[in-house]
Each structure stands twice: as C-alpha cells, then as structure tokens.
C-alpha cells in the first residue's frame, strides 16, 4: 500500500466527500473570479459562449471518461478480493480433507494446523487494513508450519499417489494465501486518484469560468453535479478499502468452512 493511501485510510468517506465538495465549490468561485478579471463583467459575444460550451463539453466527456477507468480499476481489484476468498476457502478445504488419508500422527498434526490457519485467514478477511497488517505475520508463520509439517509427512510418500494427492494441495493453500495478502495490498495507484481529483478541481473551475454571468441561474445545477462528482469519487475509495468502507468483502465461504470442519482423528488413529 503507497502512502497516500494509508494516510487517507482513517478518514472518513462522509468528511472526504464533504471536502471533495466544498473544494469544488471554492473551484468554481475561482474560476468565476478569473473571468471577471480577465474580461470583466460583460456577457462576451455569442462566439464566445459557443467556444467555452464546446470546451465545457469536452472536458466533461473527459472527466467521464477518467472515473469510468477508475471506477473500473476499483470494481475489478474489489471482484479478485472477493473471489479470492472463494479460492482460498476451497482450497484450504480440499488439503484438510486430503492430509485425513495421511499415516497418523500426520493427519491430526496437519489437520489441526489447516484448520487454525482457516480461523487466521476468517480473521484476516473481517479486519481493516490496521487488522491485517497484524495477522499477516502470524497466517506467514503457519504457512511456514504447514510446508514443514507436510514435508515431514509426505517424505515417505512422496513417490506414491499419496504424496501426489497432499502435496498439489498444500501447495494451492500456500500460494494463495500470500497471493491474496498481495491483492489486498494493491490499491490504485496514488498518481490515479491525485489526476481524477485534480481533473474535477479543474472542470469544477472551468465551469465557474464558463458560466459567469448565468452563474445564479445554473447554481443549483453545478451544486448537484460537484455532488454527484464527489459521491463517484467517494465510491471508488470504498471500492478500493477492503473492510474499512460500507462496501465490505463477504466472508461467508471462510466462515462456512470454519463452522463445517469435521473433528480432528485421534491421534492414536492410523490408516495402516
């Protein structure tokens, strides 16, 4: 995560939608300023009205443009966060039931193992940013633990079909464990946000140029549309907060696997 990100982070959405707003605002009275400082208080020909709509438009269809990309920057990287849960979840599954098959004490060891790391990844999954920087040192110690134990386990069954079925299995719980913390960590880029919001700064200014003059009569419309550029650009930074915002990350797959787990075997039990 860059800096801007984390020091954004604690701030509420509601102030910085408010900020977003009253800074577009005070956009718009400076372009009116520049206006009248540049040509008075006339009204301008009506060429002059014609090149300033035609250059409003543009940078407009523009603005559009760049929150498209963003909100579509956003909505992928939150649809990955959400499938990974998914993936992790089945795949933690899947090499729970299949160390079961391992010569005890293996399969209790193991199973015993997969199963708190379950938990460490359902906690990491509920928790904001601060919370996951906690956690991921500790779900890196059990993937740490997990590898060991599995390779103490599969040794003697490595060449055998045994071996074959736990080993691809593991291997799936450890790569995608660190791939997910990898993904929460991707944010979009700071230059991104810092041009989308420079860009409304600027339209909101060139719109209080423009319509200097019909400023009174189009107030109420500019309110509305600084309104609904702050709410885009609110959107995307709850998009882009994985369980810090009002758009979370269901955990409901994690949670299912944690509550289905079947009881660990005894740990005299032995499959030979």
Known sequence: MDAMAEAIDPVPLWLIALLLFAAMIVAREFGGWVHRKVAGMRDGTAEDGVDKGFILTGM?????????????????????????????????????MRVRFLPAPHDARLAAVLQDYARTRLAYGQSNSDGKRVLMPKAAAQRSEIQAATLAAIAPEARNSLGMLVAP???????????????????????????????????????????????????????????????????ILDLDRPQRGTIRIDQTPMQQLVDGFAPLPAPQASLR
């Open 60 to 96: 407009l269809g523009l603005l559009a443009l760049l929150t498209a990309f963003t909100f579509s920057l956003a909505l992928d990287r939150f649809e990955e966060r959400r499938t990974m849960v998914v993936t992790e979840a089945n795949a933690i599954g899947t090499a729970e």
């Open 169 to 235: 299995a593991i291997n799936d719980v450890l790569d995608i464990g660190a791939a997910r913390e990898a993904l929460n960590a991707s944010r979009i880029p700071s230059t991104i946000l810092v041009a989308l919001v420079a860009y409304n700064m600027l339209t909101a200014a060139m719109m209080g140029y423009a319509l200097t003059g019909a400023r009174a009569r189009q107030r109420p419309a500019t309110i509305m549309l600084f309104v609904l550029f702050a709410l885009a650009i609110v959107l």
